[in-house]
DNA sequence: TGCAATGCATA
DNA sequence: GTATGCATTGCAA
């Protein structure tokens, strides 16, 4: 470092608060009772500085009466600041003394902030050639950096960071650290209760920076936005800038710099020592002592400071006595108390026998017991969610109602094993059926162990999805509603999710019987219960030959994951900066000069002056040229650089959303990605997909597409088949409805939307016209969604005659179609419910509502609903049958993806043909219907390939 | 930290 | 107009 003098100007309270939080969970308190935690935090802070950077000027600077400047612009300026605490009241004076026994210059000035006063200082030193760091966390600082006055700021764990240009830049994407003013005016500081602009976060005002530059430059071009956001930021134009004046930091306090008052020089050390032990601070005094004596130049990195005692080690599992694990020698039952039936029951006023098993013999004598069964319910508790790293912590059954017992595992992998082996007997038995709760997660867990779980299943969620597709189906919810019982809460015995949450394996053995063995007890109730509804309900075939079977091919696909090039994954997102690069340098070649594309100002002169892409320019309110989405999107198709701006502009949404988000969902131990389809969520009886969501990847935009070349096969042996059914609603909806001329266009493979655009325009099918076929789509779908004149005209350029009078065309040509309508809000309003070709009901409580909007979403979904449900219904049939092919046929490949009408294979390439064949035929010949279903198939290399 | 509202990705 | 999941934001704790 050069010899340029280094001034040091430290935020006394953004320290002092920093500090007292860092010991809130374990305050420190002095044998007088004095909450010593602040000033302890802020001294470790001041002292740390000191001796990491030696300044040669120095001072503290406080706050004192707030900003009666802010407060007058905005009366709630700090207003929702809580009361500040009483350590952190009591800690300022002893502070004060402390830096007054160090020699170091307190600066206060009354009226205004700490902030302002170290803004006014450090622009004055900066003047006079000083270099300024000012020592806070407050990001708020980084407008005032420049090539002289840094942020010096603790970061978690230990440590400091400076923030110079180059760091404020990329921290905040400005340019220059002034437009900090303008990211903090727009996003607001709910702890400094500036207001910002509403709706507007930290991403949101990071892209307005980029493009505007400035918060007067985007409330002068608020024309450009759209939707909500529109509104909101037009309507509060005031308080924008507001803000950004709340916001500033002040330059003009009446302080002033003086370099001497503020060099550092020897403390008074025994008037800190008198205080230090006072305050019972013995390692500070140390520390203290240690910075100050003249020969400390550096610290020894050898000295084991601090946290290395705090490593906890998780607790070891409580090892009982043995005669608390005797098979049968404990009776922990409790007597059930009188409850009235509006109190529920819970494990403390019911009776149970809950026991769990010990080592050893009494494992093999449960496990003969257990094989003796016909029938058990069995509920796996683990470490964890996520069932590839999830590990067995125990396992409870249950085959009589109020009975159970808990099998714990050893933490020891090669024992738990052993453990496994034990039980494999049971789990693979096929004549003992198994009952569950989410039995997907058990499976899958159990099939880390290498265990498959055959026999018959039943699983109570499966069972209440399909006698109730509308209601939410987690034990807790069917416990209360059906045995008018609370089980006892997850939360209750590994605390609140995030900080201090135990993992299963930490709970006492004991409430790990209780919880485990009352689950398995319950879904056995359950299971009771629910088998006589699945009859009444109509729908046990479909629980048998659907949804079990189907639970069983979705945790192979869940297990197996999706190969993802994580390379590509991981610079997927500096990708698309390289491609936003080549976007930017593409439009500069097309423009012939570079400039700013993200200034609609600078990019409309280039587009309408410079190339003149259209006659008469649109131009805004303000004179501008309008460069608005609907304006681009209508040039898009002449002119390239309009898809490159378009393109730009979309891609920062992508990257959050897919880009950046893919790669951390990325397993470790697999290297692949593992959604959860979830079985009961969808009340037409479709699957959804999370963590992540494989259902959504783009596909309509070129961008957005590319994701999919993330999706790859396992190696180079193997390939990717995508096969998707084509019009699988509309075919549906032309069988059930026997509508003879649909059926017959599906029959000589028409394209049904210019088919349908033919008859309804009355014009020879090879005369039909782009728009006329567009249009006929439109109402296409519009059938399967439960048209309604309104609806069309908003997805078309038709005005609301237009479009009525195209779906009473659509109706004359279809008539049949419109008579399967109507019957079914019929069949509805006479049952409460519609139902699929396989008979999954949903119930339309609301079809005879008096309410016309409510009983029209009703109708919608009456129509809808055996559409949507029907198409699951098919390809779940599908999938079972090629699942059990695959593994007759003892193929390689793999099903990998479900996206609801199609199906994902990883293929062995040697089976290529094999495989399309059998996939085609097993999609085709799901289901019988009158129209023929087809399927497509594409390969490829990636997703993106196959389609 | 958890919730609702908004907007947008898919079929 | 149907069915989902998720990122971001603001607000309530």
């Excluded at 300022?92 to 007054?100: G, S």
């Excluded at 900090?180 to 500036?194: E, T």
């Excluded at 001497?260 to 020897?266: G, I, Q, S």
């Excluded at 059930?736 to 028409?750: V, W």
Aim: with cysteine; glycine share 6%; hydrophobic share 35%.
């Amino acid at each position: 470092m050069s010899d340029q003098k280094r001034l040091f100007l430290v935020d006394a309270f953004a320290l002092i608060f920093r500090g007292y939080y860092a010991f809130i969970k374990n305050p420190r308190i002095n044998s007088k009772g004095v909450d010593t935690s602040a000033i302890m935090g802020f001294m470790n802070s001041l002292l740390d500085v000191i001796k990491r950077e030696r300044p040669d000027h120095l001072a503290v600077c406080f706050d004192k009466g707030g900003s009666t400047d802010r407060v007058e612009m905005y009366a709630e300026y700090k207003a929702n600041r809580d009361e500040t605490p009483e350590a952190i009241k009591i800690a300022v004076p002893i502070i004060q003394d402390i830096l007054k026994a160090m020699h170091i210059p307190i600066m206060v000035k009354a009226g205004f902030e700490a902030d302002d006063v170290i803004g006014t200082l450090s622009k004055q030193a900066e003047k006079e050639g000083y270099k300024t760091f000012m020592v806070t966390p407050d990001k708020d600082f980084a407008q005032l950096v420049s090539e002289n006055i840094f942020m010096y700021r603790p970061v978690f764990g230990g440590g400091y960071e400076t923030w110079g240009i180059p760091e404020v830049q990329k921290k905040f994407e400005v340019e220059d650290p002034l437009q900090v003013i303008d990211f903090l005016g727009m996003m607001g500081d709910s702890s400094d209760n500036i207001p910002g602009l509403p709706g507007v976060g930290e991403k949101t005002a990071k892209k307005f920076l980029a493009q505007y530059g400035s918060m007067e430059n985007l409330l002068a071009n608020t024309h450009e936005l759209k939707g909500k956001m529109k509104e909101k930021i037009e309507a509060n134009g005031e308080l924008g800038i507001l803000s950004k004046k709340l916001a500033t930091i002040m330059l003009d306090v009446p302080v002033t710099f003086d370099a001497k008052d503020f060099e550092l020089d020897h403390p008074d050390i025994e008037a800190v020592k008198n205080i230090f032990q006072d305050l019972e601070f013995r390692r500070l005094t140390d520390n203290f002592l240690k910075t100050f004596s003249t020969e400390t130049e550096t610290t020894p990195t050898s000295a084991p400071q601090k946290q290395e005692a705090q490593k906890v080690t998780p607790k070891e599992q409580k090892s009982a006595g043995a005669g608390q694990f005797s098979l049968f020698g404990v009776d922990d039952s409790v007597t059930t108390e009188t409850t009235s039936e509006y109190t529920r029951q819970t494990a403390k006023t019911s009776s149970h026998f809950y026991q769990s098993v010990a080592p050893g013999i009494a494992t093999k004598l449960f496990i003969k017991n257990l094989m003796n069964q016909t029938s058990v319910c069995f509920d796996t508790e683990t470490t964890g969610l996520n069932p590839i790293t999830a590990e067995l912590v125990g396992i409870a059954f249950s085959w009589e109602i109020g009975k159970g017992f808990y099998m714990p595992f050893p933490e020891d992998k090669n024992e738990a094993q052993e453990l496994i082996e034990q039980l494999r007997p049971f789990f693979e038995s096929e004549s003992i059926q198994k009952i569950g709760q989410n039995l997907k997660y058990d499976i899958k867990v159990l099939a880390k162990y290498n265990v498959t779980v055959k026999g018959k299943l039943f699983d109570t969620m499966l069972a209440h999805y399909l006698i109730n597709p509308d209601m939410r189906h987690n034990m807790d919810v069917l416990a209360e509603t059906y045995l008018n019982y609370t089980p006892i809460s997850i939360t209750e015995l590994i605390g609140k999710k995030g900080k201090n949450q135990l993992s299963m394996r930490e709970v006492d053995l004991e409430k790990q019987t209780e919880y485990a063995v009352e689950d398995a007890d319950i879904t056995l109730q359950l299971k009771e219960h629910f088998e006589k509804e699945l009859g009444e309900a109509n729908t046990q075939k479909l629980f048998d030959e659907i949804e079990i079977p189907l639970l069983r091919v979705l945790s192979t696909m869940e297990l197996e994951g999706i190969n993802l090039d994580k390379a590509f994954l991981n610079s997927l997102s500096e990708q698309l900066n390289t491609d936003i690069a080549n976007l930017e340098k593409s439009i500069y070649d097309t423009a012939g000069e570079e400039f700013n594309i993200a200034s609609p100002k600078q990019l409309g002169i280039i587009l309408f002056e410079k190339m003149k892409l259209v006659d008469k320019p649109k131009k805004t309110k303000t004179g501008q040229y309008s460069t608005s989405e609907d304006v681009l999107s209508y040039l898009a198709k002449d002119h390239k650089i309009i898809r490159n701006i378009l393109d730009f502009r979309g891609l920062s949404k992508l990257k959050s959303t897919y880009v950046d988000a893919l790669p951390t969902q990325v397993e470790e131990t697999t290297g692949r990605v593992h959604t959860d389809y979830m079985q009961t969520v969808a009340a037409t009886g479709r699957l959804s997909s999370n963590n992540p969501n494989l259902q959504n990847i783009p596909i309509r935009t070129e961008r957005g597409r590319q994701v999919r070349k993330a999706f790859i096969p396992r190696n180079e042996n193997y390939t990717l088949l995508a096969a998707d059914y084509s019009q699988i609603e509309l075919r549906i909806i032309a069988a059930l409805s026997k509508e003879e001329t649909m059926i017959e266009a599906f029959k000589n493979g028409e394209d049904i939307h210019a088919s349908t655009a033919s008859k309804v325009f009355d014009v020879p099918l090879n005369q039909v016209t782009r728009e006329q076929r567009s249009n006929a789509k439109t109402v296409n779908f519009g059938i399967i969604y439960g048209v309604s004149a309104f609806g069309l005209s908003n997805q078309t350029d038709l005005s609301r005659s237009e479009s009525k009078e195209l779906i009473d065309t659509y109706y004359a040509t279809y008539p049949k179609l419109r008579n399967f309508i109507s019957e079914q809000v019929d069949f509805a309003r006479d049952n409460g419910y519609v139902q699929t070709v396989l008979g999954r009901r949903r119930y339309l409580k609301d079809i005879n509502s008096r309410n016309a909007v409510v009983r029209g979403a009703a109708e919608r979904n009456a129509v809808n609903a055996p559409i949507q449900g029907s198409a699951a219904d098919i390809i779940k049939i599908a999938m079972i049958n090629i699942h059990e092919k695959l593994i007759a046929g003892n193929y390689k490949t793999k099903m990998l993806l479900q996206v609801h009408d199609e199906l994902v294979f990883d293929v062995y390439k040697p089976e290529l043909d094999t495989i399309k064949t059998l996939v085609k035929s097993e999609m085709e010949n799901a289901y019988k219907l009158d129209v023929p279903l087809d399927v497509d198939l594409d390969i490829g290399d990636n997703w993106l390939e196959a389609h």
